[in-house]
């Protein structure tokens, strides 16, 4: 009658318990492992009663924050930075970047719901947040795969991962290896961009894939469009949500808009657009924008800040 937990529920309202996992970690961290993915961490026991003496009616909410915590801070003592790879959240673990979506079904409906969910935590205070590109349940048909590849990449951070095939060469399908290259190259291009909107957005609490209503508050249009969204505040992204090259697409008021791909202006409200570029999605960019670009690297580590420049929309 309660709720279901399948893995250890370590409880981190002990201190002792705290110091013990952070040793394990710190093994993996010290061996030279990135990040740790703090998986699970929603299904704390309502029945317990913790070392602080509080009942799981407490302590239910606050455990992926402590759990969050607890990880990010042996990661800052060792990497220098508090980067996890979380999957529970509760307020106060925007503090502890970053987050996923979950295990989303590979359908249309699962990628919709996982736009939905990107949009709720961002507005929840969120700053980062990735998801599954083409879901994780099943493996991923080709079709919905592509149309998903462009919302994965237009988001702060980026992951493939979930019932095989995942990699795209293990599709046997060349082309779509190259379809999946120009999406992961799009990213790289525009990291000058990302990295200049990350920081804006943790200057101010802002999320990075953002909801309409977040950034144009005063457009009544805006205020029931959830399958769109804005990539820091320059960029609209408007995914394709179904075999279809087209879709229609609010475009808030105050600015005419540019696409991305074809150079196409389009005026505010209502437009049927067609997403007809080498990057099946629309890809809008508001007008007065200055979109700072870089020739696309194979990590960012990488990147030739001397082939920057500046595109003003």
């Given at each position: 009658g309660t709720l279901p937990y399948e893995d250890a529920v370590l409880d981190f309202t002990n201190p002792e318990t705290v110091s013990w996992y952070q040793s394990k970690l710190g093994s993996l961290l010290e061996m030279g492992v990135g990040a740790i993915k703090v998986d699970?961490?929603?299904?704390?026991?309502?029945?317990?009663?913790?070392?602080?003496?509080?009942?799981?009616?407490?302590?239910?909410?606050?455990?992926?924050?402590?759990?969050?915590?607890?990880?990010?801070?042996?990661?800052?003592?060792?990497k220098g930075d508090n980067i996890i790879w979380a999957?529970?959240?509760w307020a106060g673990s925007q503090r502890y970047p970053l987050h996923w979506g979950g295990d989303a079904a590979s359908t249309n409906t699962g990628m919709l719901g996982t736009l939905r969910a990107g949009l709720s935590l961002g507005m929840s205070g969120f700053c980062f947040w990735?998801?599954?590109?083409?879901?994780?349940?099943?493996?991923?048909?080709?079709?919905?795969?592509?149309?998903?590849?462009?919302?994965?990449?237009?988001s702060s951070h980026t992951r493939a991962h979930g019932a095989p095939p995942t990699e795209p060469w293990l599709y046997e399908n060349p082309e779509f290896t190259d379809y999946f290259r120009r999406c992961a190259?799009?990213?790289?291009?525009?990291?000058?961009?990302?990295?200049?909107?990350?920081?804006?957005?943790v200057a101010n609490g802002w999320p990075m894939l953002r909801?309409?209503?977040?950034?144009?508050?005063?457009?009544?249009?805006?205020?029931?469009?959830e399958d769109q969204y804005m990539f820091g505040s320059d960029?609209?992204?408007?995914?394709?949500?179904?075999?279809?090259?087209?879709?229609?697409?609010?475009?808030?008021?105050?600015?005419?808009?540019?696409?991305?791909?074809?150079?196409?202006?389009?005026?505010?409200?209502?437009?049927?657009?067609?997403?007809?570029g080498p990057i099946k999605c629309v890809i809008l960019v508001r007008e007065g924008a200055e979109i700072p670009t870089v020739a696309p690297a194979q990590s960012t580590s990488a990147i030739d800040r001397s082939s920057l420049r500046v595109t003003k929309f």
């Open positions: 699970f961490g929603e299904a704390a026991p309502l029945d317990a009663i913790y070392a602080n003496g509080r009942s799981g009616l407490y302590e239910h909410n606050l455990y992926p924050v402590r759990y969050n915590k607890a990880v990010a801070d042996v990661t800052r003592r060792i999957r529970s959240a990735s998801h599954d590109m083409g879901g994780f349940v099943t493996s991923t048909p080709e079709a919905l795969y592509r149309r998903w590849l462009p919302m994965g990449f237009l190259e799009l990213k790289y291009s525009l990291m000058p961009y990302i990295e200049q909107q990350a920081a804006t957005c909801a309409l209503l977040v950034e144009f508050p005063d457009d009544p249009g805006v205020w029931t469009v960029i609209l992204v408007a995914p394709l949500l179904t075999e279809t090259s087209a879709r229609n697409v609010y475009l808030p008021a105050g600015q005419k808009w540019t696409d991305y791909q074809s150079g196409r202006s389009y005026s505010p409200g209502w437009q049927r657009i067609e997403a007809d």
